[in-house]
């Protein structure tokens, strides 16, 4: 039996499609063609209400395109909207993201027409898992799954629920499997990275000292953190950060440059307090990339308080800026707040995204130049070989010697474009 499977979504949820791949491998073919499965998986996201539209889409369209394919809705959707999917495609069968073991099963009683809804929280670390990675090199290894915060727009927390931080030693395990199956960059997701520990005393900095321990030849990305939980270990997480395997590379979500707002999205952290984690992580490593994420058109956010974003923003020089406009998620506490008008958040989004291209061409522009040591990690999206400087840049370089991925290589950066800078080799196989 042929499956079949599309996936929507943050890092984590990657990591659940590689599992689920993993899991049904031994006794399925697993194929890239929609039309010649027998099964099709779509492991869904719902974080914002575009996502969640495309994929109703989606799931509707195969209903009507493939009425005798058997069809399995995963991953978030199911948790929160498991009605919506019921009304869209009546005889699919479900499986929460917490539920990633009991995939076969599902797979097994859908071809035998029984439809099965795998649903409900659960916190059994989603790790020791085989896996079908989506890109050989890349090991995506979750750490920890909900939060202690309660953003009132967030729709995540609906599903994943309160902190459950993984144990250490499986944590170790993973990297560790991931490294010997020749993984060169290790992606550490969560919904808060820095929220790590605080469940079972331990902290993100001791967990990152630890994985610095691991022999081998790759770098290390932390996934998002949140202001609120990184402000206290912002000291630590300096320290640690030193390591020469870790990415120079933050994401840190702003949301807001309103502190008005920001009590209103109840993110437990001022403008000010974000700016201090900036500066002293930028005291020691000046070229850090930070990405951040903004949400503009919050029910309650005014004119004035939009151009205090624009001028953080402005202050703060991201390299990246994730920019959500602004849409309520059933049953936050941000919905039942009226909403601005369509065009006030188009508005306010464009100018956002004017300044925030502008900001990402000129950080690029300031690489030109220089010479760097970077990590091939794959081939480019469109030819040459795709590489990251150690602040996480990518870098595409014009050769077509597939030997160098894994590799580090030196490279001048001849050029930089919106979202990557282009480089030429100086000296290949440097380690
Ligand atoms: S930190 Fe906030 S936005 Fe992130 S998952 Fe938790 S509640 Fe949602």
């Not at 915060?149 to 395990?173: A, F, H, Q, W």
Request: aromatic share 6%.
């Amino acid at each position: 039996m042929k499956i079949y499977m599309d996936t929507y979504g943050c890092s984590a949820n990657q990591a659940a499609s590689e599992i689920m791949l993993g899991l049904l491998s031994n006794k399925f073919q697993i194929i890239s063609k929609k039309d010649e499965a027998d099964v099709i998986i779509i492991n869904s996201c719902i974080v914002k209400s575009p996502t969640e539209a495309k994929i109703l889409f989606q799931i509707k369209k195969i209903v009507q395109e493939y009425p005798h394919k058997k069809l399995i809705v995963a991953g978030c959707m199911p948790e929160v909207y498991s009605m919506k999917i019921r009304k869209t495609a009546p005889n699919a069968s479900m499986i929460g993201i917490h539920h990633l073991s009991e995939i076969e099963n599902v797979v097994d009683d859908t071809l035998r027409g029984k439809q099965r809804i795998e649903i409900g929280h659960n916190s059994s670390p989603k790790l020791g898992y085989p896996r079908i990675r989506i890109d050989d090199r890349i090991g995506i290894v979750q750490i920890a799954q909900g939060c202690i915060s309660n953003c009132t727009y967030c729709i995540v927390k609906r599903v994943m629920g309160p902190l459950v931080s993984y144990p250490e030693e499986l944590i170790l395990d993973e990297v560790k499997r991931c490294v010997l199956q020749g993984c060169k960059e290790i992606w550490l997701t969560a919904q808060d990275t820095t929220a790590y520990g605080l469940d079972r005393g331990s902290t993100l900095p001791s967990l990152l000292q630890s994985i610095m321990q691991i022999d081998g030849n790759f770098m290390v990305r932390v996934g998002m953190m949140n202001p609120a939980t990184a402000y206290p270990l912002v000291d630590d997480l300096i320290e640690v950060f030193k390591h020469s395997k870790l990415y120079k590379f933050i994401h840190l979500p702003l949301q807001s440059g309103s502190n008005a707002i920001l009590r209103q999205m109840k993110r437990n952290y001022t403008v000010e307090q974000y700016f201090e984690i900036i500066k002293k992580f930028r005291t020691v490593f000046q070229d850090i990339t930070l990405s951040t994420d903004v949400i503009v058109g919050f029910p309650t956010e005014t004119e004035a308080q939009f151009n205090e974003s624009l001028n953080v923003i402005t202050l703060l020089q991201p390299s990246l800026t994730n920019i959500s406009k602004f849409g309520p998620r059933e049953k936050t506490p941000a919905a039942k707040l009226p909403p601005l008008s369509s065009q006030t958040i188009k508005d306010r989004s464009r100018k956002m995204t004017v300044l925030c291209q502008k900001i990402t061409r000129e950080k690029n522009n300031e690489w030109i130049g220089r010479e760097e040591t970077i990590l091939i990690v794959s081939r480019g999206k469109k030819g040459g070989l795709e590489g990251r400087t150690y602040t996480y840049k990518p870098v595409i370089i014009d050769t077509r010697n597939h030997e160098l991925i894994g590799k580090f290589v030196n490279v001048s950066i001849v050029d930089a474009k919106y979202s990557h800078l282009l480089g030429t080799l100086t000296e290949e196989f440097i380690r």
